[in-house]
């Protein structure tokens, strides 16, 4: 069972060493949220944020099971204002997302993209995905922290909890891929 730390529990977690954390009752009506996931990875922290801020289009050969392919659409691809195409597999259903780069902090290892269109947004008026990835402190290896900061469209839409698993996943996967590269 994992350790969780919440306000209300979330299904996901599989992991022992993962820990997952909501916020869903940020506002008054809730319709606003947070959540993330802290997933412990062996990779470092600079290799594994590497890999989504400037090698991105890498991923899908790292777990083609959760990403189908990233493009580039406009810009660089570590660079704040970029447009990214992803494809991915979310609930065994293929998904688009058409993100913009907010932020890019590589002395914190952080990357952090607004979805502009896709699927989730068929659910959510916002939606922004943050990884910041620390080393572990007194061991090898490093977490990184997936946070989704989002605002429902209406309040039959559920709090994204879903990608939770997902997101854990695939990092462990991403996670396998860059040390069997080494």
Aim: proline share 4%; aromatic share 6%; no cysteine.
């Amino acid at each position: 069972m994992a350790e969780v730390e919440t306000k209300q529990e979330i299904k996901g977690a599989t992991e022992p060493e993962t820990k997952v954390a909501t916020e869903l009752e940020t506002k008054a009506d809730s319709m606003v949220g947070e959540i993330w996931i802290d997933v412990d990875i062996k990779a470092s922290a600079e290799k594994f944020h590497h890999m989504f801020a400037k090698r991105p289009h890498h991923v899908s050969n790292a777990t083609p099971r959760h990403i189908g392919g990233v493009e580039l659409h406009e810009g660089e691809w570590d660079k704040v204002g970029s447009i990214v195409l992803w494809n991915y597999i979310h609930e065994g259903k293929p998904k688009v997302a058409k993100d913009r780069i907010e932020a890019v902090d590589p002395e914190k290892n952080l990357i952090k993209f607004r979805v502009l269109e896709g699927d989730v947004l068929k659910e959510y008026k916002t939606f922004l995905i943050t990884l910041q990835v620390t080393p572990k402190q007194g061991g090898s290896g490093s977490v990184a922290r997936w946070q989704l900061e989002y605002e429902r469209i209406d309040e039959k839409v559920a709090h994204p909890e879903t990608l939770i698993p997902f997101l854990e996943s695939m990092s462990k996967e991403i996670d396998e891929h860059l040390l069997s590269t080494e």
